[in-house]
T-cell receptor, first 114, second 116 residues
Framework: EAQVTQNPRYLITVTGKKLTVTCSQNMNHEYMSWYRQDPGLGLRQIYYSMNVEVTDKGDVPEGYKVSRKEKRNFPLILESPSPNQTSLYFC?????????????FGQGTRLTVV | AQTVTQSQPEMSVQEAETVTLSCTYDTSESDYYLFWYKQPPSRQMILVIRQEAYKQQNATENRFSVNFQKAAKSFSLKISDSQLGDAAMYFCAYRSKSFGNEKLTFGTGTRLTIIP
């Protein structure tokens, strides 16, 4: 089954404690992204990757890091989380070929930083 | 930069009736993709319908159809014969076709309630 898998689905942590949210896709997609969803703001892109070792900033990259060492994995790293990073996070992988376009989203990670 | 606006934070409709969710966007590009995503209480993001800007024909998927007005930069979603399972947050999204522009730009969402 084609899917994007995020872990964990829920996470409560304390300010300053480094954490990693994992994301893995089994569709061999080149493109992967991270978004955060906040009430009244919709989803905003944090980082994206167009292929292995190729990453770039989205609209709200401050406080986040990513890496793409393998095509299937795209972890999101918060080295020193702060309460303003409390949010719902989504990983997505996508393809855009031959006129077709679709993004597949993970199940979401609800992060609370206290 | 592109922007997407959904001016209706909340909508409600009687079961079996028709409802239209509005979306406008701003771009200087001539070719792009537009999408509607559904987010039920499970939080999963589900693609409802997609439209390519160069295609004049409005996309349809069963009870879901769009009214794409390129000149007006409008992309509304019509849901016919509304069902209880249609209750969700709906997001309109834009994606450029430019190479290297890997971003979906989302609106702020419309929460749809179905009244039994």
């Amino acid at each position: 089954e084609a899917q994007v898998t995020q872990n964990p689905r829920y996470l409560i942590t304390v300010t300053g404690k480094k954490l990693t949210v994992t994301c893995s896709q089994n569709m061999n997609h080149e493109y992967m992204s991270w978004y955060r969803q906040d009430p009244g703001l919709g989803l905003r892109q944090i980082y994206y990757s167009m292929n292995v070792e190729v990453t770039d900033k989205g609209d709200v990259p401050e406080g986040y890091k990513v890496s793409r060492k393998e095509k299937r994995n795209f972890p999101l790293i918060l080295e020193s989380p702060s309460p303003n990073q409390t949010s719902l996070y989504f990983c997505a992988s996508s393809f855009y070929t031959g006129g077709r376009a679709e993004a597949f989203f993970g199940q979401g990670t609800r992060l609370t930083v206290v | 930069a592109q922007t997407v606006t959904q001016s209706q934070p909340e909508m409600s409709v009687q079961e079996a009736e028709t409802v239209t969710l509005s979306c406008t966007y701003d771009t200087s590009e001539s070719d792009y993709y537009l999408f509607w995503y559904k987010q039920p209480p499970s939080r999963q993001m589900i693609l409802v319908i997609r439209q390519e800007a160069y295609k004049q024909q409005n996309a349809t998927e069963n009870r879901f159809s769009v009214n794409f007005q390129k000149a007006a930069k409008s992309f509304s979603l019509k849901i016919s014969d509304s069902q209880l399972g249609d209750a969700a947050m709906y997001f309109c999204a834009y994606r450029s076709k430019s190479f290297g522009n890997e971003k979906l730009t989302f609106g702020t969402g419309t929460r749809l309630t179905i009244i039994p």
